[in-house]
């Protein structure tokens, strides 16, 4: 029998779900059981797609060209998976199928009501992915905070779930907030309770409750907790502040989390082995090196908007004993005072990454190239790849007014423009050149000892490409570009001048993982830990 996992919040959202389910995952894994992950998210749109980073965080592309919730990439990463676009549930996919159905009289003249006709559709989706990933666990995160009206549909459906596949097999974790105030240091686990009780009122009695506090709760907190939450106290954990987030699984294993829960859905498992994850987090936590890297970006108020390159430049790090510090500068800040751009100098690379939209756009530019003159180590990823063009085109190459049509309409060079099969679409949801595609590697070049393969398949998330009619003049200035697409797009450039100076059209940072770094982003880390101590290269 497949054993399924829910994780719910309660209190506030972003309180840390996604770690925990995460982490959950880590835990089972180690003690050698198959396991997949759902995001559940309540919001009314079909994916994240069409999402500002700034509403919800990055757009998470998987391998089949799914924009799906951030929480994906921390799945993958922590479990080192390739999930699916049907991996991420929303509240829009499932009105639209049941919708859908009804317009082909597929329910008999039935009413169509929320239940049963769309927690059925919710829970088909759950055993689907159940059967095709063939797994032992399925963890299913619901996200929100319960208590939200949006969630209630699939709530009751994961209610239903235990009627259905039994107690032995399915199991709750909600994970709730424990505020500390500053008066007092008090915990205070009212709120938690709180959240609890909502949970009942809709028909779930938890298993298992993580508190997630600044530090570990205390016993006096942690009997409140279980007395009002109607649990034994070995059933309650603490997800408390970590130095880094790839400890969460060890902070709960050793309070005796994975144990309990392989106990209470009798799972039968071996001893756990984290011997590859501790070196990891060994790397993370012991570095030699420190190195300072700007992100020069437009969404740089909201960490989440970038946080898969975030996490694919500290794997680089671990890999080289070296811990990423990444400051995030205003890209409008450089256009607003130029004289700020200077300020670049003092750090060890310069990463400019995706975005959308003409603001910020000069600032970025200003940074690539300060740059490239000053042999400053640079990464560009889509955006980044495309103003890489737009600068070497304006300053090298000497066409004035270079820029990208999504900027400038107008432009008398469009060395960027918006990729031919776009130009008819109407619908903006899942229409960009999306997901995972072949790439071909130019032997001899920097890209091809980085990957060390004549072939690569990486994700995608585009609309505009590099202009084709000006390429040839590009590569007489002294562009390389080092890999192609099957279909002959561009997709990395590099400057063999330049200490390192190298843009990809797609997103390596989406599959970057923990002992298993994006090669570009190991590279870029790479060359600035060798600029900072001032070697040609750097071992690892």
Not at 208 to 222: H, Q
Not at 252 to 277: A, S, T
Not at 485 to 504: K, N, T, V
């Amino acid at each position: 029998m497949i054993k399924f996992i829910f994780v719910t919040g309660g209190v506030l959202s972003s309180v840390g779900k996604g770690v925990v389910t995460s982490s959950i995952g880590k835990m089972l894994q180690a003690r050698g059981l198959k396991v997949t992950a759902i995001k559940i998210d309540p919001y009314v749109n079909v994916d994240a797609g069409t999402m500002n980073p700034y509403v919800h965080g990055e757009v998470y592309v998987t391998d089949d060209g799914g924009e799906t919730d951030l929480d994906l990439g921390w799945y993958e990463r922590f479990l080192d998976l390739n999930l699916t676009k049907e991996n991420n549930i929303t509240t829009g996919q499932v009105y639209q199928s049941v919708i859908e159905r009804e317009r082909r009289g597929g329910f008999l003249g039935k009413c169509v009501q929320i239940v049963p006709h769309v927690t059925e559709e919710i829970k088909n989706r759950i055993r689907s992915i159940a059967k095709r990933a063939n797994v032992d666990v399925v963890l299913t995160e619901c996200g929100g905070t319960v208590g939200d009206i949006e969630g209630l549909p699939f709530l009751e459906a994961i209610r239903q779930m235990r009627l259905e596949e039994g107690v032995e097999n399915t199991l709750y974790v909600h994970v709730a907030l424990v505020p500390i105030l500053d008066a007092t240091g008090e915990m205070k686990t009212k709120p938690l309770q709180h959240s609890v009780n909502e949970l009942r009122r809709i028909g779930i009695q938890p298993d298992i409750i993580v508190a997630r506090c600044r530090k570990m709760i205390d016993m006096d907190a942690l009997r409140k907790i279980a007395l009002f939450g109607t649990i034994p106290e070995k059933a309650v954990f603490c997800s408390y502040d970590v130095s880094t987030i790839y400890q969460v699984p060890f902070i709960l294993d050793e309070q005796g989390m994975g144990d309990f829960i392989c106990n209470r859905i009798k799972l039968q498992h071996r001893e756990p082995d984290y011997k590859k994850w501790k070196e990891f987090i060994n790397a993370i936590l012991n570095p030699e090196y420190e190195v300072n890297i700007a992100l020069v970006g437009k969404y740089t108020k909201l960490a989440d908007s970038y946080v898969s390159m975030r996490e694919a430049l500290l794997h680089g790090g671990a890999m080289l004993q070296a811990k990423v510090l990444i400051s995030h500068i205003d890209a409008e800040s450089l256009e607003e005072d130029p004289s700020n751009v200077d300020k670049l100098q003092s750090f060890d690379g310069i990463f400019v990454p995706y975005g959308f939209g003409s603001r910020g756009v000069e600032g970025k530019i200003a940074a690539i190239k300060f740059a490239r003159e000053n042999d400053i180590p640079f990464l560009g990823v889509c955006l980044g790849f495309q103003l890489a063009v737009v600068e070497f085109a304006r300053n090298v190459c000497g066409l004035r007014g270079a820029n990208s049509t999504e900027v400038d309409p107008n432009t008398p060079h469009p060395v960027v423009d918006l990729m031919p099969e776009q130009r008819a679409l109407e619908q903006k949801g899942a229409t960009m050149r999306l997901g995972a595609r072949k790439i071909l590697v130019r032997p001899g070049t920097l890209a091809h000892e980085l990957y060390k393969a004549d072939e690569i398949y990486e994700r995608h998330r585009h609309r505009f490409e590099v202009n084709p009619r000006y390429v040839e003049e590009l590569k007489r200035g002294g562009l390389v570009f080092s890999a192609v697409g099957e279909d002959g797009r561009l997709e990395i450039l590099e400057l063999p001048s330049h200490r390192f100076f190298m843009a990809s059209q797609f997103h390596g940072e989406f599959k970057s993982r923990p002992m298993r770094p994006s090669p570009l982003y190991y590279g870029f880390v790479r060359a600035a830990l060798s600029r900072k101590l001032g070697t040609v290269a750097v071992a690892g």
